[in-house]
């Protein structure tokens, strides 16, 4: 539940100033906190990337387990540049050697590059991955929105079902209520005017009469 995460919150948040962020007796806690992110479909960055932390110190205390929640949590977050924090704080050996966590960070690979349809394959081959990470497929459709929302004028009903993840019909009319989007033409959404959402910005050169004063003066002039 929501308020067990917020006690938690509290606590943690004590465990992480000053120099005991760094003291290993805390990871249990640490790791059980990561555990209630991910099953209350909540996010603490800050403490999520002090357990990676840990680990690095501590390498005999690293549970893949924990650190793949981490990065799971990580990518419900995008297109904020938490899953590279996160990704950076995992030694190179462990990314090759663990299968479970070379998958996510292939899954993180292919959200990045904005290849959503393999991305929406790779996750169907193992389903596994994201059981217990509450909210998990809303949050990547949440990032796709965002992406076709800076992409795309118009787009084809089937092809925005597609890269959502095989959504039906129903499911996509109430993420284009959410989004606000329409379909002004059967078969076809209109997201929005992108020459709309491009700012003029006005420039202005303040220049004194100072240095004005000292190219002008007769050694400049040589």
């Known amino acids: 539940m929501m308020g067990s995460f917020q006690e938690m919150r509290a606590t943690v ?4 100033r000053g120099i005991d962020r760094y003291n290993p007796e805390n990871l249990m806690t640490l790791e059980r906190y990561v555990e209630i992110q991910a099953h209350e479909n909540a996010y603490d960055l800050e ?3 002090a357990v990676l932390k840990l680990y690095q110190f501590n390498p005999q205390h690293f549970q893949t387990s924990v650190t793949a929640q981490i990065l799971l949590k990580a990518l419900t977050n995008l297109p904020h540049t938490d899953f590279t924090l996160c990704k950076c704080l995992i ?4 990314q090759m050697a663990d299968k479970q966590l070379g998958k ?3 899954l993180g690979d ?3 590059t904005c290849r959503f349809e393999t991305f929406w394959r790779e996750l169907a ?3 596994e991955l994201v059981v217990g990470i509450a909210g998990f497929e809303d949050s990547i459709r949440k990032f796709v929105c965002h992406v076709v929302g800076i992409t795309y004028q118009h787009i084809e009903s089937h092809l925005l079902c597609e890269i959502m993840g095989g959504i039906t019909d129903n499911q996509l009319v109430l993420w284009m209520n959410k989004m606000c989007w329409s379909e002004p033409e059967p078969g076809k959404i209109f997201i ?3 020459e709309e959402n491009v700012k003029p910005k006005n420039i202005v050169e303040k220049i004194d009469f100072e240095s004005v004063a000292s190219i002008m003066t007769p050694s400049h002039l040589c």
């Open 13 to 16: 948040a004590e465990l992480l």
């Open 125 to 127: 081959k193992t389903p």
């Open 104 to 106: 996510i960070l292939y």
């Open 110 to 112: 292919l959200l990045e």
């Open 47 to 49: 403490a999520n990337l």
């Open 91 to 94: 030694d190179k050996s462990r």
């Open 192 to 194: 929005c005017n992108q």
